[in-house]
């Protein structure tokens, strides 16, 4: 068998039963008093406390093992019962053996035939696969089988129907059994009968499901705490056993003085109930025990179950140390690859660092400064020194010297976070792999994380108020690992499209716009100011010389430009004009890049936003992530200065058009109104022509939303010729930096159709959708069309429809988020062992194969072209330069929807857009 | 060449291919039994042990039909599969036919 790295293996799990005997053996002392402590104080002899149990106090030994109080693990006792109690977590089991043995002989109710075939049906699948869920459909159809039969096959008795009155009380036909009754029928069943039940009579007795003796956890499990007024409180788990003890105790005495059945009944009931609660204080059917306060006890189902108990909160989900968490906020000065850490947390998060023979000298004066050393700027010291031996020493401003001079080879010395340490960030919900990521630390006063703004996108952070986790990390090889695999430089592309996820948003977009657009040129203040951020250009030639010396924004972008990059492709602002100007584009929309000159074109989010930068793209691709990191760190500090030195804004006023352009858009809509009365009249007057495929009222749906479609986009083509580039709303849509010119004509023009389902507002009430319509009404005010702007603000119908448009968008996010959670959820713990192996294959830690090539193609989706392992259009026009571009078409498909980027829920223009554009594309489409 | 049947009559009057051979579908990929020698060189090219195949149940209508066209398939066997890919054009995988 190939497992490589596999030291040991897990070859089965055996699940088994405790005996009544196993209980009694592995107990260190029975128990047989309620009572836990003396008047004194100190535990009784077989009480639940028991110092043969273990111990919980510091500097006591266990009198079973002799160990002190975290050497010992503690022992089990036991408690005799004096009547037997059914297990509440076996019931199910007890009912499944009851109904298919017989009563009075106890074997299973099938013949010898019909059980041997099951036997060896299961035989056969275990031996194949191994899988254990198959066999044990075969053991709960046998059981069925067997169930159905009423009389025995081997005695011939007649079979009584058996049921479960929830939780422990089984009955026949009406009659109660007792435990005692369940017990001796369990006991019956023969050995070879289990086996077709699936159950292994070696290590599984079906009486064992009834309890004669119960096991007592160690003390260490149930620690009693000593409360401040120096009373002792004891631990749920023991409140519980305590209540057993005593019913346990009441039930042998009445028991043995002959006590009238009815009594030892009811006490027989309480033990039942006291047991049961003690497994599991949620079973329904019976009222939870509960503490004095009220408070419903914690037994030993409470402690593992659920979000708070062992597994979900212990072992799935751990807290760690070294790592911090608060609100983060941008900063476009540092580079990708870095994050502002504040001092007061660089102060907490720590770095080992193992003591040699070259370091001791800086190790000891770094020591010397204490956990706060203070100067001018940030001064890193040192929280704990960890001796060779071991122990922990903590660093107080009193004892740093003289620990200092104490350090010597072989100590850790944990000092603080320093500029250029590598540590992981992260943002929760931690969906894909760049959402955590390495990066250098950058030790900066105030309070928050912070990190440049294309860095945004893979974590999908905003400032809003979103808070950060950092972890630091603890070794050598933690840090290699780190830098080598996960620094935010080396996910630039993105393994889900093979595109940069790590780019320009909003303001950057906007800035590299305003930096490159036509003839966009800066004096020479300008040019500097810009440029002294960015730290290592200096000031070029002018492109202008005469009558004052002006530099072109081109000239400036080409500057951090690869010198022989040679792209084209056309600009987010491109209109889509029927035959393309190129280079003589009025919009200045035709990229054209040589030799690392942008010779003609405005960079814009085509060439460097997130998800859709092509530039970005082209020289991850090409020039490898040292190359972009310090591409993008320049392009935000220029775009930065950019937007600073022209100034941006954008506010309402933005959305004004003229009063005649209000007057036309009136018009227009009233035109539409006018068009839809009409379609309407010729449908009642039966004079509408049926579309094929559609009914009458389909039809005339259609038609209508053909108009009010096309009465929308008039409006947006009227509000959109008083919108030009001097606006600056409409330069963020034109350039991509945030919203859309549909949203811009929704502000100024008409809101258009509001739709639920994709189709007109039809619900509500009788056979309208408000009381102010009359009933059966199809005009357009009647069924959620808006001819209002944002802007102009809504009528009071119109904003209740809108609202019933906007609630379906959110329900639909509500509804989406939580079932690709879980989807999501299911798929990584499906896939968390997967890995590609040296030889190309994809396997699992058992060595099993899931796929042979990795992808069918052994391709790295991060480093393929939009799934395509080659370039050719690249490859042509690298080859054939300029010449190349007859042969290789400019690539434009792939680029228009790299990834999607998921946008803000509470952006309602954002939901708009894609919900109209999708469902309710009457009018055929928006802007270019 | 005999045929299975895996469609049910549904459509009444309408006329229907009662028996059909699966593998002759356009989407159901090439399916081979192995001769035992190469399912060894397979194994060694791979390092693995059978189990640690894919599996394909001897319920699967391709084995099926594999069975009543190329005789009789048994568990532990191989079978071979050439199937269409979207990024390889063509991938092959092998899976170990297995009861139920
Ligand atoms: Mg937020
Ligand atoms: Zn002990
Ligand atoms: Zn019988
Ligand atoms: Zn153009």
Redesign the interface.
């Known amino acids: 068998m190939m497992i490589t790295g596999v030291t040991k293996r897990i070859s089965a799990i055996k699940f088994a039963m405790l005996s009544p005997e196993e209980i009694r053996k592995m107990s260190a002392t029975k128990i047989i008093t309620a009572d836990t402590y003396d008047d004194d104080g100190f535990p009784i002899d077989m009480g639940l406390m028991d110092p043969h149990l273990g111990v919980i106090e510091p500097g006591l030994r266990c009198k079973t093992c002799g160990k002190k109080v975290d050497e010992c693990s503690g022992h089990f006792g036991h408690i005799d019962l004096a009547m037997p109690v059914i297990h509440v977590g076996y019931v199910k089991e007890i009912k499944k053996l009851l109904q298919s043995t017989c009563r009075s002989c106890g074997h299973l109710l099938l013949t010898k035939e019909q059980a041997d075939e099951y036997v060896k049906q299961r035989d056969r699948i275990e031996e194949l696969t191994g899988n254990t869920i198959e066999s044990s459909y075969i053991s709960a159809e046998s059981a069925k089988d067997a169930s159905s039969r009423t009389t025995c096959p081997h005695c011939s008795a007649v079979q009584l129907k058996i049921t479960l009155d929830k939780p422990t009380t089984f009955r026949e036909e009406g009659h109660k059994l007792t435990p005692k009754e369940v017990r001796e029928r369990l006991e019956r069943v023969p050995d070879g009968d289990l086996v077709v039940l699936g159950i292994d009579p070696g290590v599984c007795r079906p009486e064992w499901m009834v309890l004669t003796a119960l096991p007592v956890p160690p003390v260490t499990v149930r620690p009693s705490i000593t409360l401040d007024s120096g009373d002792r409180s004891e631990d749920d788990v023991t409140h519980k056993l305590v209540d057993v003890l005593r019913i346990n105790q009441r039930l042998r005495e009445n028991r043995d003085a002959g006590a009238p059945q009815l009594i030892v009944e009811d006490l027989w009931e309480l033990l039942q109930y006291h047991i049961t609660t003690y497994f599991d204080n949620q079973t329904s059917g019976i009222p939870p025990a509960r503490h004095r306060s009220g408070r419903p006890l914690k037994t030993l189902v409470q402690r593992l179950k659920g979000k708070e108990g062992r597994f979900r909160s212990n072992l799935s989900g751990k807290r760690v140390n070294f790592s911090a968490r608060t609100v983060i906020s941008p900063d476009p000065m540092l580079s990708i690859n870095e994050v502002g850490v504040p001092v007061t947390a660089a102060r907490e998060l720590t770095v080992p660092l193992r003591v040699t023979e070259r370091n001791q000298v800086f190790a000891k004066e770094m020591c010397a400064r204490g956990p706060s050393p203070e100067g001018p700027g940030y001064i890193p010291g040192v929280n704990y020194v960890i001796r060779s031996d071991g122990r922990r020493i903590k660093i107080t401003d009193k004892n740093a010297e003289t620990v200092a001079e104490g350090v010597e080879t072989g100590y850790i010395v944990e000092r603080h976070l320093v500029d250029g340490d590598i540590i992981l960030f992260n943002r929760q919900p931690s969906l894909h792999r760049m959402s955590i990521m390495a990066h250098e630390v950058r030790v900066m006063p105030h309070k928050t994380f912070r990190f440049n703004l294309c860095v945004c996108p893979p974590y999908n952070a905003d400032f809003d108020g979103d808070e950060m986790n950092l972890h630091g990390l603890q070794s050598e090889e933690a840090r290699a690992e780190a830098k080598v695999l996960m620094r935010v430089q080396e996910h630039i592309l993105s393994p889900r499209f093979g595109g940069p996820v790590i780019g320009a948003i909003h303001d950057h977009i906007t800035g590299s716009f305003m930096l490159t657009y036509k003839g966009s040129a800066f004096t020479r203040e300008e040019t500097v100011r810009m440029l002294e951020k960015v730290v290592d250009l200096d000031l070029p030639e002018p492109a202008v010389k005469k009558p004052v010396e002006m530099w072109s924004g081109k000239q400036l972008f080409s500057m951090i430009l690869p010198k022989d990059l040679h792209m084209t492709f056309k600009a987010s602002i491109c209109q889509n004009c029927e035959s393309c100007k190129r280079e003589a584009c009025e919009n200045d929309a035709f990229v054209v890049i040589r030799s690392g000159i942008l010779l003609s074109g405005t960079i814009d989010e085509k060439a460097l936003g997130a998800f859709k930068g092509r530039v970005l793209d082209k020289m991850a691709r090409d020039y490898g992530p040292d190359k972009v990191r310090a591409f993008i760190d320049r392009a935000t500090k220029l775009a930065v200065g950019a937007i600073t030195m022209r100034g941006f804004t954008t506010g309402i006023d933005d959305e004004d058009i003229p009063s005649q352009a209000k007057r036309e858009i009136d018009d227009a809509m009233v035109q539409a109104k006018l068009k839809v009365e009409e379609h309407i009249g010729a449908y009642r007057r039966g004079e509408l022509e049926q579309m094929p495929g559609r009914s009458l009222e389909e039809t005339l749906e259609v038609e209508i939303m053909k108009v009010l479609g096309k009465a929308r986009d008039t409006a947006g083509q009227i509000a959109g010729r008083h919108l030009g580039l001097e606006n600056s709303a409409v330069i963020m849509a034109k350039c991509g930096a945030r919203g859309s010119m549909l949203n811009l004509s929704q502000m100024a023009g008409a809101i258009g159709q509001q739709a639920v389902r994709g189709e007109r507002l039809s619900r509500g009430y009788w056979n309208r959708t408000l009381p102010h319509f009359e009933q059966g009404a199809l005009g357009s005010e009647a069924r959620g069309f808006i001819k209002n702007s944002y802007k102009s603000g809504l009528s009071p119908t119109e904003y209740f429809f809108h609202s019933m448009g906007g609630r379906e968008g959110l329900v639909d996010t509500a509804v989406r988020t939580s079932r690709s959670g879980y989807m999501q959820r299911r798929l990584i713990n499906a896939l968390e062992d997967v890995k590609v192996m040296q030889d190309g294959t994809v396997r699992n830690t058992a060595g099993t194969i899931i796929q042979f090539i990795y992808g069918e193609d052994n391709i790295d989706p991060m480093r393929a072209v939009q799934g395509d392992s080659v370039d050719v259009d690249d490859v042509i026009l690298t080859v054939l330069g300029d010449e190349g571009e007859l042969i290789a078409k400019v690539r434009e498909k792939g680029v228009v929807s790299y990834g999607i980027q998921d946008k803000d829920m509470l952006e309602p223009s954002s939901t708009a857009e894609s919900d109209e554009d999708a469902d309710f594309d009457a009018g055929g489409g928006e802007e270019g | 060449m005999l045929l299975v049947s895996t469609v049910p009559r549904l459509w009444g009057d309408f006329e229907m291919v009662e028996e059909s051979n699966v593998l002759e579908h356009e989407l159901v990929p090439e399916h081979y039994v192995m001769p035992e020698k190469e399912v060894g060189k397979v194994l060694k090219q ?4 059978k ?5 394909i149940r001897l319920s699967d209508p391709c084995i099926l039909t594999l069975d009543a066209i190329s005789g009789p398939v048994e ?1 532990g066997m191989i079978i071979r599969i050439v199937r269409r ?4 054009g063509m ?4 899976r170990l036919v ?3």
């Open positions: 791979y390092g693995l042990t189990d640690q195949l894919p599996k568990e890919s979207a990024t390889s991938a092959v995988c092998y297995i009861r139920g």
